[in-house]
T-cell receptor, first 113, second 109 residues
Framework: SQTIHQWPATLVQPVGSPLSLECTVE??????LYWYRQAAGRGLQLLFY??????ISSEVPQNLSASRPQDRQFILSSKKLLLSDSGFYLC????????????FGSGTQLSVL | GQNIDQPTEMTATEGAIVQINCTYQ??????LFWYQQHAGEAPTFLSY??LDGLEEKGRFSSFLSRSKGYSYLLLKELQMKDSASYLC??????????WGAGTKLIIKP
């Protein structure tokens, strides 16, 4: 069966510090991968998605970046965190058939202080 | 622009039935999804509708009317564990998901 791992679960970082969140998928190959952010009490905001290694699409201009160094690995990074980067970050994957549901990792609660 | 509307919060009683509505205006339509999200956790998939009508899965049912841009999620025999946020999402013509802000459902004993 397919599983998605995301870590860490909780992170407290000072303003101006770097960020690296990692997500890996097991049990499937060549998935679509996604990074979402959810502010408290708000809907999901798509940050990045990837259809293959090295292929990243950015949905929102910001100081975050994403990379896909391996087929089933997706990394969200920042060189300098802002207060506004605080939120609940979710990695997700789907099959490539177009109509498939997203399956989410357990999420990372990021607090930038 | 693209828009998904759902009520911010609803309250219901344990054992009762509740209907959570979702209306949408999107560029094209390739299906509508409902997800459940408990506080502090990731969303989990509940249902997918692409054709008009009712889809039933145990205590949960989801309805779609494409001509009206409308869906609802029906929860029967409510249990305390059903207290969660329910997210409606529509897949547009580019196969991108447009998300509603979610409906927080509070279940009272």
């Amino acid at each position: 069966s397919q599983t998605i791992h995301q870590w860490p679960a909780t992170l407290v970082q000072p303003v101006g510090s770097p960020l690296s969140l990692e997500c890996t998928v097991e049990g499937t190959s060549n998935p679509n991968l996604y990074w979402y952010r959810q502010a408290a009490g708000r809907g999901l905001q798509l940050l990045f998605y990837s259809v293959g290694i090295g292929q990243i699409s950015s949905e929102v201009p910001q100081n975050l970046s994403a990379s896909r160094p391996q087929d089933r690995q997706f990394i969200l990074s920042s060189k300098k965190l802002l207060l506004s980067d605080s939120g609940f970050y979710l990695c997700a994957w789907s099959y490539k058939t177009g109509y498939e549901k997203l399956l989410f990792g357990s999420g990372t609660q990021l607090s930038v202080l | 622009g693209q828009n998904i509307d759902q009520p911010t919060e609803m309250t219901a009683t344990e054992g009762a039935i509740v209907q959570i509505n979702c209306t949408y205006q999107t560029s094209g339509f390739n299906g509508l999804f409902w997800y459940q999200q408990h506080a502090g956790e990731a969303p989990t998939f509940l249902s997918y509708n692409v054709l008009d009508g009712l889809e039933e899965k145990g205590r949960f049912s989801s309805f779609l009317s494409r001509s009206k841009g409308y869906s609802y999620l029906l929860l029967k025999e409510l249990q305390m564990k059903d207290s969660a946020s329910y997210l409606c999402a529509v897949m547009d013509s580019n196969y991108q998901l447009i998300w509603g802000a979610g409906t927080k459902l509070i279940i009272k004993p």
